[in-house]
Structure formats: C-alpha cells, structure tokens
C-alpha cells in the first residue's frame, strides 16, 4: 500500500534548527512536497525533490534519499511565525499526491 | 504567480440544507481541480478529481451524489455539498495543476463548513 510517515509532533526553540523526517512508501515516484500549513488555513508549498540530495533555498532545505524512500525537512534559525504543520507529500506515478498526517511544529522563546 | 481563488472562506448551515463551493484559476487553465475535505488534526483527504467537461472521479468512499462537483469551464470548479449533516462539518480545499509543470500544484484558500 501507499503510506507516508512522518513524526506527529515535534518542539523547537526559536532561532534553533529542526530536522522533520518521513518516509514514503508509494507505487512508482514523481517526486516529493514538502507543504506547509498554518490552522484553519491552506498549505502553502516549500519545496519539491525529484532527484536524490539537497534542496538548499534561504531559510530551509530539503533531502530525498529515493532508494530509502526517505527525505527531510530542514529549517533553519525559527521565527516564532514557523510554528506550524508541515506535510511531507509524494506523488505516485500517476501524479496522484499522497498526503501524510504532517508534523505539528511548536516553537519556543 | 498561480493563483486559485476560493469562496466562502467559512459558512455555517442549517442541517439539510445545500452548500455550494467555488474555486477559479484566476490567471491560469486548469484542466484539472483536485477537492480535499480536512478533518481537525488529520491530514487532507482527496475527495474527487474533475476534469474540465467529463465527470468527476470520486474517491473510495465518498458520496457522488452527495458532493456534486461541477467543473464545466477551464477556470471555475464547483463542489456543493447536498442535504448537509453535522458530520459533513469540515475543511474543504481545492487545488489544481499549475502549468507548465504537471507537479506544480495551487491550492484554494479552503473553505470551513459548519452544520448546525
């Protein structure tokens, strides 16, 4: 079956740097989202990865291992705005999205 | 860049009654409109997929003749959801394929639907 796992929760100070996992499991690839929600809103897209390695954009990275069928999200130094739900999302080979749960992310002072 | 326009952003209804969504590609064709519904701290649940001009594709589970979607032009998709329940109370959010890549997607703002 197709699945996504991700952490349910995760805490952070801000200013410090936090790494959410996942790991899919999808029939056939086309890539991997990394979306970002705020509640009661619509999730806004960070990133997409296709290609095995590091996605480097100003605030926050993103790395797939497509043979672990892993990948993560890194941000870096948080503002409190950060605090967030972050969904990590694959694409199956017939560019149908599957949705993790996403992860709960809870900044700090 | 893409945008996709949704309305209302919130409604509350009777129970029984009809609730119709609209989402518009404001500056793009989309061929495509995806419909999710949200469950409080649960992820998004693909509901249906419409093409312009055919029938909706409806996912496992859920009621066509319940959630009738409409998408009859390349710019306008409609959900409305029929006879309404408390348990129908959610978050719907639409999105669509943003050209030129086939993996860029635009979400709606969504829409937050209360049955009284």
């Known amino acids: 079956g197709q699945n996504i796992d991700q952490p349910t929760e995760m805490t952070a100070t801000e200013g410090a740097i936090v790494q959410i996992n996942c790991t899919y499991q999808?029939?056939?690839?086309?890539?991997l989202f990394w979306y970002q929600q705020h509640a009661g809103e619509a999730p806004t897209f960070l990133s997409y990865?296709?290609l095995d390695g590091l996605e480097e954009k100003g605030g926050f990275s993103s790395f797939l291992s497509r043979s672990k069928g892993y990948s993560y999200l890194l941000l870096k130094e948080l503002p409190m705005k950060d605090s967030a739900s972050y969904l990590c999302?694959?694409?199956?080979?017939?560019?149908?999205?599957?949705w993790g749960a996403g992860t709960k992310l809870i900044i700090k002072p | 860049g893409a945008v996709v326009s949704q309305h209302p952003s919130w409604v509350i209804c009777k129970s029984g009654t009809s609730v119709k969504i609209e989402c518009r590609s404001l500056?793009?064709?989309?061929?495509?409109m995806f419909w999710y519904r949200q469950f409080p701290k649960q992820s998004l649940m693909l509901m249906a997929t419409?093409?312009?001009?055919?029938?909706?594709?409806?996912e496992q589970g859920v009621e066509k003749d319940k959630f009738l979607i409409n998408h009859a032009s390349l710019t306008l998709s409609t959900l409305t959801v029929t006879s309404a329940h408390p348990e129908d109370s959610s978050f719907y959010i639409c999105?669509?394929?943003?050209?030129?890549?086939?993996?860029?997607?635009?979400f709606g703002s969504g829409t937050r639907l209360t049955v009284v």
């Open positions: 990865n296709v």
């Open positions: 999808t029939s056939g690839f086309n890539g």
């Open positions: 419409s093409n312009e001009g055919s029938k909706a594709t409806y």
């Open positions: 999105s669509a394929r943003t050209p030129p890549h086939d993996y860029g997607y635009t």
């Open positions: 500056d793009f064709q989309a061929t495509t």
């Open positions: 999302v694959s694409m199956d080979s017939n560019y149908q999205l599957i």
